[in-house]
């Protein structure tokens, strides 16, 4: 049996260990389902007198502890519909489950004096269950009606091993700590106002940040020979009609107007650099036109999902347009094969993965177009080097692409970067470029997005370093902190010099304990403090606190600065 499978069993035995504390404690509560799932296991009930309450939740617990001590056997059989009928006659739910049943008969699970009717699945004795917390509580809808019986969700977990769940828990309690809205607030990066739902405001610090994740780009795509367009954020509403966007994503774009002729604001950059393109006529020779654009874009979002900065209404995307012959696919799917990954790699996300998706049944384009695009693709990732998975059938209609997902330091996966291959626009906005024999051909369009929304990868790498920025995206990266008054003057130079060599820098000269100082520091997150006090002053030394306690006494300030350029590099 596969590991999941055991596990499955252990959380589904759990869910009814939680059911048969529920039913000695509050006796009258209807039981419904109690299915295991991805992160532990969940029953559903319906209280006939007061409501679950989180601090019901460690008295259930304690009861479930009783019952796994006592080692109570867990059987399964199988029974008529009319005995379950008996077993279960003042319970709805499970009466109404025994008449969907289409077997002559159904599974009962008894543990002592419970029972409850179930396909089966279980460990041997309660006494097996053993390492398990009980998380939650949260509203649901019986057989997941949102206009059926609303009933409560009691959701916990459960693993083998004491050391799983403890990891477990403390993921859990990551995720919470290192919420990157609630890092935004304290290290004062972003805002939300309610003047601007899902539009984000960025605070000067967190400014400093998203600075740096452009000039980062900028300089990737100088490396990687693509040329920067702008075009504007408000296009008439002919165009978007021409690209189907109007037609197709019409709910998710703002509409405004010009003297008296409708607009659109843009919902994405590719209308914008297909008129670039069409500028004049195109040779050959010019072929692959990369035309990147850090484009700013807005696509209405509903209330309800907006989340931070992972769903906004308003964003920057690191957008590119390759306008290339099919003959050049491969290599330029190879070469943003490459980027993609050294954009990855600098903000330490190692574990990428790479899918292809292939023609889906309903496409556009002749056999050939999609055979020449698969194979390129696939021909520039087996060339890279890279592992990837096929996923058949799940392209887009207009071409085949590939998708990367990252795993971040609390192990959860994103899709950012993307490259996708594009039959339609060429045609639809009937783009050309003239050949080496003067015949006019029709361009491939590759669509390329490394962050993807800025914001949304801001979000992400914000959780992902726990908002310990890496020394070069740190909005103040050096704070020096003054023990006593007297090196006020001492430290002032240092954080002068500091300033003048390039380096992001605060002084701290208040008043407060040297102890408040290093805690505010360490609030805001700086990578290093540097801490003066008389014994610093007279020897022309400074000492340096990192991020992680480590100290370094008696540094000269050159070697500090020289260090620091060293991780300024990007
Ligand atoms: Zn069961
Ligand atoms: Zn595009």
Redesign the pocket.
């Known amino acids: 049996m596969q590991n999941k499978e055991k596990l499955d069993i252990l959380r589904h035995s759990a869910a009814h260990l939680m059911a048969q504390a529920i039913s000695q404690l509050y006796p009258t509560t209807k039981l419904t389902l109690g299915p295991p799932t991805a992160e532990g296991f969940f029953y559903d009930c319906q209280p006939q007198e007061e409501n679950f309450k989180e601090h019901d939740l460690p008295l259930i617990e304690e009861r479930m502890h009783e019952l796994a001590k006592q080692d109570i056997p867990i059987t399964h059989k199988q029974i008529s519909k009319e005995e379950a009928r008996k077993i279960f006659h003042d319970n709805p739910f499970k009466l109404e489950m025994i008449d969907l049943i289409p077997d002559e008969t159904v599974g009962l699970a008894e543990q002592g004096e419970f029972k409850d009717l179930c396909r089966g699945g279980h460990v041997d004795s309660t006494s097996e269950i053993k390492n398990f917390k009980l998380l939650n509580i949260s509203g649901s809808y019986w057989r997941a009606d949102r206009n059926g019986t609303p009933l409560q969700r009691l959701s916990g977990t459960a693993f083998f091993t004491e050391k799983e769940l403890e990891a477990y828990l403390q993921r859990l309690e990551d995720l919470k700590q290192y919420d990157h809205r609630r890092l935004g607030k304290q290290m004062e990066l972003f805002s939300f106002h309610e003047e601007g739902p899902g539009f984000p405001f960025f605070l000067p610090k967190g400014r400093i940040v998203y600075n740096i994740m452009m000039d980062y780009m900028r300089k990737i795509l100088r490396k990687y020979d693509h040329e920067e367009i702008s075009t504007p954020g408000m296009l008439s509403v002919e165009l978007w009609k021409q690209s189907g966007h109007y037609d197709h994503y019409k709910e998710n774009m703002y509409f405004s107007e010009i003297d008296e002729k409708e607009f659109a604001i843009k919902p ?3 209308p914008g ?1 297909i008129l670039v393109y069409k500028e004049r006529p195109r040779s050959y020779r010019e072929l692959p036109l990369r035309l990147a654009e850090l484009g700013y874009m807005h696509r209405h979002e509903l209330s309800g999902v907006l989340n931070g900065l992972f769903r906004v209404r308003s964003f920057l995307m690191d ?1 590119a ?1 390759i306008y290339c012959t099919s003959d050049q696919i491969e290599s330029e799917v190879l070469s943003l094969i490459t980027m993609i990954n050294e954009v990855l790699n600098k903000f330490g996300f190692d574990n990428v993965d790479i899918a292809l998706s292939t023609r889906p049944e309903k496409a556009m384009g002749t056999d050939e177009m999609w055979e020449n695009a698969e194979k390129s693709l696939s021909e520039a990732l087996n060339k890279s080097g890279i592992k990837y998975k096929i996923q058949e059938g799940d392209g887009a209609f207009y071409g085949p692409k590939i998708d990367f997902k990252i795993k971040d330091s609390m192990d959860r996966e994103w899709q950012c970067s993307t490259i996708q291959v594009d039959f339609n626009n060429p045609e639809n906005f009937d783009l050309s470029y003239i050949n080496s024999e003067g015949k006019k051909e029709r361009p491939v369009m590759i ?1 390329r997005a490394i962050y993807g929304s800025f914001e949304r990868f801001y979000g992400i790498i914000l959780e992902h370093y726990k908002g310990n920025f890496p020394f070069w995206l740190a909005p103040v990266q050096v704070q020096v902190l003054t023990i006593t008054d007297a090196a006020n003057s001492y430290a002032k130079n240092i954080a002068a010099e500091l300033k003048k060599a390039d380096i992001r820098v605060k002084l701290d000269d208040s008043s407060d304990q040297i102890s408040g100082k290093i805690k505010a520091a360490q609030l805001a997150k700086v990578p290093w403090m540097l801490i003066i006090g008389k014994k610093e002053e007279q020897n022309n030394t400074v000492s340096v606190r990192y991020q992680n306690g480590k100290q370094e006494q008696g540094l000269s300030l050159e070697k500090v600065i020289e260090k620091a350029h060293e991780l300024n590099k990007y």
């Open positions: 994405m950059n590719c650099s957008d347009h669509h």
